[in-house]
């Protein structure tokens, strides 16, 4: 019985130390894509997802592709909207590591324009890490359509 406590405190102690590692895998990818984006370069903040990587958003399809992934932030960063992404929960799972935290995306003046929930999977690719999938969900209420009556 002691045995299995040891093994038990023993695993526990690994992963929790691998979940560690993790953590600051994304949050310091996620820090340099933010302030690239941030910073209006989304040309690197494109670098920083796959090349098969899928983008789904609340209300549109799928983006599929960096190079779509990127167009789409595009115009995010030529009107120098801020992203403000909070890690919540890190999961290890070896060459794939899931993410699940909230977003807020701002204007200049610091007005919030949209925020929500997003779960992202990054995936180890040639010794670096690289979002796979990225689910936004919007908590933000739809517009109502102007009514004709």
């Known amino acids: 019985m002691l045995l299995i406590a040891a093994v038990f405190i023993g695993l526990s102690a690994f992963a929790q130390s691998s979940n560690s590692t993790a953590r600051e895998i994304v949050e310091e990818n996620s820090e340099t894509m933010v302030d690239a984006l941030n910073d209006g370069d989304y040309e ?18 799928a983006l599929n592709g960096r190079k779509a992934i990127t167009a789409a932030h595009k115009p995010m960063a030529e009107q ?8 919540e929960e890190v999961l290890d799972f070896g060459d794939y590591i899931h993410e699940i935290g909230n977003y807020k995306i701002q204007t200049q003046e610091g007005q919030t324009v949209d925020q929500g929930q997003y779960s992202t999977l990054w995936k180890k690719v040639n010794d670096s890490w690289k979002i796979y999938r990225d689910v936004v969900s919007s908590s933000m209420p739809l517009p109502t359509a102007a009514s004709g009556k």
């Open 80 to 87: 120098k909207m801020k992203l403000i992404i909070d890690t």
């Open 44 to 61: 690197t903040f494109g670098t920083y997802f796959a090349e098969d990587a899928m983008f789904k958003l609340s209300n549109i399809n």
